[in-house]
């Protein structure tokens, strides 16, 4: 009896780290979704406010992303459309995870990667 009891203390306890790794992962997705919009849109706005001063609007894009509670280095693409001065913003970042960044196969679920693209209207 001893041995079973054991047993599933420990499928518990994993069950435990697992979900808390989930919630973790859920809310890294967030916060770097959230970050990747509002850097693009900040960018857009900046870009249509300064009539086309592109380092105005990526320095808008870094704020935005340090607003988030991320690093500035999270902020991985930045891409302005020559044709249409849409801001196109990749974001990414990985979870604090307790265990699944720690196995091989489980890693790509702790990354979380976001890209949004904003219109700036006609400058």
Not at 8 to 29: C, E, H, Q, S
Not at 99 to 110: C, D
């Amino acid at each position: 009896m001893g041995k079973l009891a054991l047993l599933w203390l420990l499928v518990a306890a994993l069950l435990v780290v697992l979900g808390y790794d989930a919630v973790r992962i859920g809310i890294t997705r967030f916060r770097v979704a959230e970050a990747a919009q509002n850097a693009s849109f900040e960018a857009a706005a900046t870009l249509q406010r300064t009539r086309g001063d592109r380092k105005a609007a990526l320095d808008a894009a870094v704020q935005a992303v340090l607003a988030e509670g991320l690093d500035a280095e999270r902020l991985r693409d930045f891409v302005i459309d020559p044709e249409t001065d849409a801001v196109t913003v990749t974001v990414t970042d990985r979870a604090p995870t307790l265990l699944v960044g720690r196995i091989w196969f489980l890693r790509p679920f702790a990354k979380a990667r976001s890209t949004e693209t904003s219109p700036s209207a006609g400058l």
